[in-house]
């Protein structure tokens, strides 16, 4: 299966050690993804610095396609970070860098390198909500991130152009967790899941009702774990999705079980995914 990630690539810089590890949604779903098997691509815009150069360099290493990236003069995505008993801390961060000031419509140009691959993932942060509609209209399926500092209205709006919409809510109650998501698919997507944190997770299909426990780990560093947890449930659902050989409901229980184990998993790897560069 070939997917891809569009959108937003950072650094994030520890600052406790000094040592930068490259990440960001898109990007990670795209390593993940080739991680657990698939011909993966990342699409967006690097920098002209350092840590652009790290990340580029990174994913060459990892074998996940960046032929159609644009890279821009100034400085990659950043986030400073510092991880307190193997939880993530943000300190601040660039928005994205170059990307910000890029429009994103460079993606279109080559419309038949799109059409190759079963899923499009993106993000809340990859400056791409103007052209989802477009997106949309492509014959992969889309899926976006909506993260935890969502405004309900704007992503219940830009549903009607995702297949699979994914927030975070671990602040939120079940009971309105369970609104958002009915919310989301009623807006024309075929699957919405939240992460709760130690609360596990929920996806509705617009008929029933899903429910994962997270896996138990004693974690060394808690970033890309929601990543981890959308990339395998991606894969595992698409991927088994296409092949038409399990019912649903099988399917995505399978599917998020399979989320929570590998999102357990990354939670005993430094950075996202490792590869960190000392500075």
């Avoid at 830009?158 to 989301?184: H, N, P, Q």
């Avoid at 999705?241 to 929570?260: D, H, P």
Wanted: aromatic share 10%.
């Amino acid at each position: 299966m070939k997917v891809i990630g569009i959108g937003d690539n950072v650094v994030d810089d520890y600052t406790n050690i000094r040592t930068m590890f490259p990440g960001g949604n898109a990007l990670n779903f795209s390593v993940y993804a080739s991680m657990l098997g698939c011909e993966s691509a990342y699409l967006g815009v690097f920098g002209s610095d350092t840590a652009a150069e790290h990340v580029q360099r990174t994913l060459a290493e990892l074998g996940v396609d960046t032929s159609h990236c644009r890279n821009a003069h100034g400085p990659n995505g950043r986030a400073a970070l510092e991880i307190v008993d193997g939880e993530r801390v943000f300190l601040e961060s660039n928005e994205g860098g170059v990307s910000k000031s890029v429009p994103m419509a460079f993606i279109f140009d080559d419309l038949h390198y799109l059409q190759i691959f079963s899923l499009i993932h993106t993000s809340a942060y990859s400056y791409l909500d103007d052209y989802l509609s477009r997106l949309r209209s492509l014959k992969p399926l889309v899926s976006y991130d909506f993260s935890d500092d969502f405004d309900a209205d704007h992503a219940l709006a830009l549903c009607r152009y995702v297949d699979i919409g994914f927030f975070s809510c671990a602040e939120w109650s079940e009971e309105s967790t369970m609104d958002l998501l009915e919310k989301a698919v009623n807006q024309c997507g075929t699957l919405a899941a939240a992460t709760r944190g130690p609360h596990g997770a929920i996806l509705f299909d617009g008929e029933s009702w899903f429910r994962q426990a997270s896996h138990p780990v004693t974690p060394t560093d808690t970033l890309g774990a929601g990543d981890a947890f959308i990339s395998a449930f991606l894969v595992s659902y698409v991927g088994g999705k296409a092949t038409a050989e399990v019912e649903a409901a099988t399917l995505i229980k399978g599917s998020l079980n399979n989320a929570a184990s590998f999102a357990a998993e990354i939670c005993e790897v430094k950075g996202a995914f490792g590869h960190g560069l000392s500075y």
